[in-house]
C-alpha cells in the first residue's frame, strides 16, 4: 500500500520532477536521493563544496601512539631562578630589593639537552622509544583474581549499551515504593499546651464579639428605617 501511495500524485508529473533536488521527496526510512548530472562522472570520493585537504595522522595514531615532545633547538633557555635564588641566599643577599641587580650580574639559565642518569650520565631510554605500539599499563581484558574478587565479574559491554542494569534499578526501586510513600507522607503536627490555650482564647474573644454584634442594631438613614433589607442570609 505504502509503494502505491508514492506513485500516486494529483496533478502534472514532470520529469524534472525526479531529478531535481528541491522537489523529490526522501522517502519515510530510506536515504535522500543522490542527484547529479552526470553520474557516471562523479566518484565515492567527490566532495561538493569546498574540500579541505585531509591530516594524514588520524585519531588512532594520535591516540594509540607515544610521541615525546620535541623542542625547539632554537630556543634560548630560560632563567633558572631557583639556583640564582639559591646563590643569592648564599652570598648574604636575603632582601627582595637586592634579587634583581644579583640576577643581572650572575645570570644562570635552565639546563637544555637530553634528560640523563645521575648515576651513569647516560640517555635514559624508555619501551616506546625502540617499539612505538608498545602499551604502557595493563589490557583491560587481562583481570587479576584480587580484582574479580572485590568487584565481581567485568560486566558485558552489550547490557550496558542496551541498559539492562536500568531495568534491574527500576524493580529494586519498585519494591519500595510502599517505603517511598511512608517517607513522603505528612505527618499532622503536634500542639502543645500552650497552642491548645492560645486556641481557646482566642475563640472566647471571638465569641463575646459575635455576641456584642448580635445586640447592637445596624445604623440606618432615617428614611430607609422602614425599608427591608433585601440581602439573603
Request: proline letters at 6%; charged letters at 25%; hydrophobic letters at 35%.
Amino acid at each position: 500500500m505504502a509503494a502505491l501511495d508514492d506513485q500516486l500524485r494529483c496533478g502534472v508529473v514532470r520529469n524534472s520532477m525526479e531529478q531535481n533536488v528541491l522537489l523529490t521527496k526522501s522517502k519515510l526510512g530510506k536515504a535522500r536521493p543522490f542527484f547529479a548530472r552526470n553520474v557516471g562522472d562523479v566518484s565515492e570520493k567527490h566532495a561538493f563544496g569546498v574540500s579541505k585537504p585531509q591530516d594524514p595522522e588520524g585519531a588512532r595514531e594520535v591516540s594509540g601512539l607515544w610521541k615525546e615532545h620535541e623542542k625547539n633547538p632554537d630556543a634560548k633557555p630560560g632563567p633558572n631562578y631557583v639556583a640564582m635564588n639559591k646563590q643569592a641566599t648564599l652570598s648574604g643577599l636575603t632582601k627582595s630589593n637586592q634579587q634583581l641587580d644579583f640576577r643581572l650580574e650572575h645570570p644562570i639559565e635552565l639546563r637544555t639537552g637530553i634528560q640523563t642518569s645521575k648515576h651513569n650520565e647516560t640517555p635514559v631510554t624508555i619501551p616506546s622509544d625502540t617499539n612505538p605500539y608498545f602499551v604502557y599499563g595493563r589490557a583491560s581484558s587481562n583481570r587479576p583474581l584480587e580484582e574479580t574478587r572485590l568487584t565481581g565479574e567485568a560486566p558485558d559491554m552489550r547490557d550496558l549499551l542496551q541498559g539492562s542494569f536500568m531495568w534491574d534499578w527500576v524493580k529494586m526501586n519498585t519494591k519500595r515504593e510502599a517505603e517511598f510513600h511512608l517517607k513522603a507522607a505528612k505527618i499532622a503536627p503536634t500542639p502543645t499546651a500552650a497552642a491548645l490555650g492560645h486556641a481557646m482564647g482566642g475563640k472566647l474573644v471571638i465569641d463575646k464579639q459575635k455576641a456584642s454584634s448580635s445586640k447592637t442594631k445596624q445604623w440606618k438613614m432615617s428614611k430607609f428605617a422602614k425599608v427591608q433589607s433585601r440581602v439573603q442570609g
